[in-house]
């Protein structure tokens, strides 16, 4: 059964730093390509940045968030974390962690962690 786990979410204020954890399990993150997305109140969940995988790692950032967030992998943990720097209201939302399987170089199946809220005060 796979499982993400995410922690790490709460309240801070503005200019702040909040550290988020994917524990992951029945999967090999090091084989997906992990992500983590937010969905703020009214608005469509959308991705914040992705991390490809084994020994690519190469990371992709939405606009809003480049040189403020940093997302990382810890294969030997099987964790998968986003570091959030100088934090503004924009950015209060619930954060998910998501994996992506691949079976033959495609696209397989996705899994979605339960997410953690995040809450920035001005």
């Known amino acids: 059964q796979v499982q993400l786990v995410e922690s790490g979410g709460g309240l801070v204020q503005a200019g702040g730093s909040l550290r988020l954890s994917c524990a992951v399990s029945?999967?090999?993150?090091?084989?997906?390509?992990m992500g983590w997305f937010r969905q703020a109140p009214g608005k469509e969940r959308e991705v914040v940045a992705t991390i490809s995988w084994r020994r690519s790692s190469s990371t992709v950032y939405a606009d809003s968030v480049k040189g403020r967030f940093t997302i990382s992998r810890d294969d030997a943990k099987n964790t998968v974390y986003l570091q959030m720097n100088s934090l503004n209201a924009e950015d209060t939302a619930v954060y998910y962690c998501?994996?992506?399987?691949?079976?033959?170089?495609?696209?397989?199946?996705?899994?979605w962690g339960q997410g953690t809220q995040v809450t920035v005060s001005s």
């Open positions: 998501a994996a992506r399987t691949f079976s033959g170089g495609a696209a397989q199946d996705n899994y």
């Open positions: 029945g999967l090999t993150v090091s084989n997906c390509v």
